[in-house]
């Protein structure tokens, strides 16, 4: 199947889902329920995002995302991650809205190589923990709260994001990494980026909050 580049709006808003019991986002064999974007807009996304040996590969380039096309609020995330060839560069964003673009407005929960659980605000969306300063913050980014977690390039990792009203709270491979309170936005499309590294998914899906 061929893909293309998408260009234009992320669609007209609707009502957010909130899960009622475990989806999964990705079904682990094609793009069904997911918008395909990347920055060049005469690029092919089939050689960005490809599906192997049933798992979700990106190359990273170029800039990009794969988001869903519906929103979602109040929700646990589960996503998991590796890097197959060596550590890199990527992101989680939720609560994603408005136009289609590199990036849109979204709280992005790094994947960054050592930087997995940081915050960074994108697009006016804002976190209280971001907006009153502090010694963890740097420009847009909100440094997590503890030392990585992360396992090494080959391994499998686990991301677990809660956004609950307007708290988000991230977890990697089982350690809290990073709480966002009185986030200016609520709920939001789900996105993947594809940002300069090869990297490979499997797992990905939503649960309800206990």
Known sequence: ?????????AGEPSAPIVPKEKMMLWN????????LFLREPAADVSKTW??????????GKPAGYMRTETPYADYHLHVEWRWPEKPGNNGVLVHTSGEDMVWPRSLECQLHSGN????????????????????????RRTVKLKESSEKPAGEWNAYDIVCKDDWIVVFVNGVLQNVGTKCSDKAGKICLQSEGSVIEYRNIYIEPLE
């Open 28 to 35: 682990g064999k094609d793009f069904a329920g997911w918008k």
């Open 1 to 9: 199947m061929l893909l293309t580049a998408t260009i234009g709006a």
């Open 50 to 59: 490809s599906v192997v040996n049933g798992l979700l590969r990106c190359e």
């Open 116 to 139: 997995a659980g940081d915050f960074w605000v994108i697009g006016g969306l804002e976190i209280a923990e971001h907006a009153k300063g502090g010694p963890r913050v740097n420009g």
